[in-house]
Structures are given as C-alpha cells and as structure tokens.
C-alpha cells in the first residue's frame, strides 16, 4: 500500500501539496522525491515536532502529508494531532505505515493495535483504512483534490493485494462500504477494514467451494462510519463476520455495534467479530505468524466460519 501511496502522490500532487517524513521511507519516496523535490521535508525522528510543523505548514495554506511508522506518528503525537490539527480543521493528513501487525518482527514497540480506537475518537478527523493498493492509492488522490480536513490514512507496509478492478474502484464513496462482491443469496456477509481485506476474499472463495454463499464488503472509511449500509446487512444476511487487523476494543467492530444501537429488528446472535485481543504480545514474528497466533489468519477464520454455521 505504501507504493500506491506514494505513487499517487507523485501523480498528483498539486502546488499546495507537502510530504513530511520521520526520517524513514526512503526506499519508496525517491519517485516523489526526484519529481517534487520542492514539497520534501525530513522532520527527522521528532514526530511530535513533525505533526505542529505541519499545522504550521497548513495554517500558511499548505495540504500537508505528516509520514511515519503507524504507532509513531499516532500515539507518540497524540496532544499535536487533537490540539493543533484538529482542533483547527486543519488540511493534514496522518499517514501510517504498517498499521497493526505489519512490523510483528519488531515487538510491541512497532505494533500499531490501538490507533483506530483512539484516533476515531477525535472530533473532526476522518480516519481511512484502504483494503488494497488501489483503494490506497484513490483515496490518497481524493485527499489531494478534495479538502477534506483532518486525516488519518492507515496503510499496510507491502506487499498487499490488488483486489479492485479500474471500475470497481471508480466507484468507492467516502463513507459508504463497497460492495467488493456480491452474492444474491443473503446467507452470510463479511465485513472488512484495511488489509485484511484480502482475507476476507480469500474465505469467500474458500466458502463458494462447499455451497456456502457469501457477500464481501470493504470498509476502507472507519470515520464517517457507514451505519446506514451496516444496518441493512444485519438486517439481510443470516450471518455476518467482521474482520480487522486491530484490538477488539474501540475499533472496527466496536463501530459496527455503535452504528446498531437503537436499531428495530436487529439480532447479533449471528455476529462474529474477528479482532486482535485487547493485551500486549511478548511473541515476535513477520505479520503471517501473529495473525495465525491470534487466530485471524486466512486458514483460522475460514475454519471457525464453518465451525459456527455447522453450530447453527
């Protein structure tokens, strides 16, 4: 995702457009880099320092990219990002890379599981979460058009799918869930953020192998939250499954719940949240190995998916 990222930044970045990096991400700016050289800034390790530079930056009139590993420039930062940037609606754009466990091998230090609970709860701020390279890559080319404020942008480290086609992708709203696939038998829907997307394909194509009928949804936007959409599914499908890369207190999950209360008709004996626990890990591991650890691998959710429609 970081290469669609910063791909579509050197595409389309405009006279007002600024890149601020915490000294990383040199192996994928150079395009930017060698194309806008202008629009550079390193903050150097200073993240807090980076994030009022570029209130500073957007106050004079500038569209400000603020870039670093996802739990440096979220937590790290926090007092900046809610005093200074949102507070003020400010054009600055938060861009993590490695957004849950993407730097498993790195420790504690580098997982970045709490970000979307507490970055969600900021008044003012939209908060992305592209599920492939091309939702990263258009919604990154929508913050540069439109002005849309305050925004947190959650991207994977690499390597992650294509899952859009260049239609599909057209037609993504900020906002509103995607409709990735869609079946006509409403037996089950799977509810995806970020790049547990490609999971959440992958089950579905596992699923249509034994007869099981299933619907994905991609919600590359956690803030605003698509209640209206969610509803509908709850009320349509027999069983619905979300899935996130990030602790199972306050974020994806925790928004679906919210966007249900005070709803008629909706039962959520037939909802399976799958989520990271809410406790630190002493296990280190690339990203594959601590999914499977806290069972939201490919393999694990497919295989507890089917243990519960046996069940029902």
Do not use: W
């Not at 700016?29 to 550079?40: A, C, Q, R, S, T």
């Not at 530079?53 to 979220?74: C, E, R």
């Not at 499908?237 to 209360?261: C, K, P, Q, W, Y």
Request: neutral net charge.
């Amino acid at each position: 995702m970081r290469t669609a990222f910063f791909q579509a930044l050197e595409d389309h970045a405009q006279s007002q457009t600024v890149f601020i990096t915490g000294d990383l991400g040199f192996g994928v700016i150079n395009g930017f880099l060698k194309k806008h050289p202008e629009k550079f800034v390193n903050a150097g390790v200073a993240e807090q320092n980076m994030v009022g530079l570029s209130a500073g930056l957007a106050l004079a009139g500038k569209k400000v990219f603020a870039y670093s590993i996802a739990n440096f420039n979220t937590l790290r930062c926090l007092e900046q990002i809610r005093n200074d940037v949102a507070y003020h609606k400010l054009n600055v754009t938060i861009v993590s890379v490695g957004g849950g466990l993407a730097y498993g091998s790195l420790g504690i230090s580098h997982h970045a599981t709490e970000d979307l609970a507490i970055l969600r709860s900021i008044p003012n701020l939209t908060v992305f979460a592209p599920g492939d390279t091309k939702e990263a890559y258009e919604l990154t080319k929508r913050i540069v058009y439109e002005d849309l404020g305050p925004v947190y942008l959650r991207l994977g480290r690499a390597g992650e799918a294509t899952l859009h086609t260049d239609e599909s992708i057209k037609k993504i709203v900020i906002g509103k869930a995607f409709p990735l696939i869609e079946n006509p038998v409403r037996k089950l829907a799977i509810l995806s953020t970020g790049g547990m997307l490609e999971t959440a394909v992958y089950v579905c194509e596992q699923l249509k192998q034994q007869n099981i009928h299933s619907s994905v949804f991609s919600y590359h936007t956690i803030k605003p939250f698509d209640s209206e959409t969610t509803q509908r599914i709850f009320k349509q499908f027999d069983f619905v499954i979300s899935m996130e890369e990030h602790s199972m207190v306050g974020g994806f999950s925790s928004a679906i719940l919210e966007s249900l209360v005070g709803s008629k008709g909706i039962l959520l004996d037939n909802y399976y949240p799958f989520a990271l626990p809410a406790a630190f890990t002493s296990k280190v591991g690339d990203q594959n190995y601590l999914r499977n650890l806290y069972n939201i691998s490919p393999e694990k959710i497919l295989k507890e998916i089917l243990n519960k429609l046996k069940q029902s």
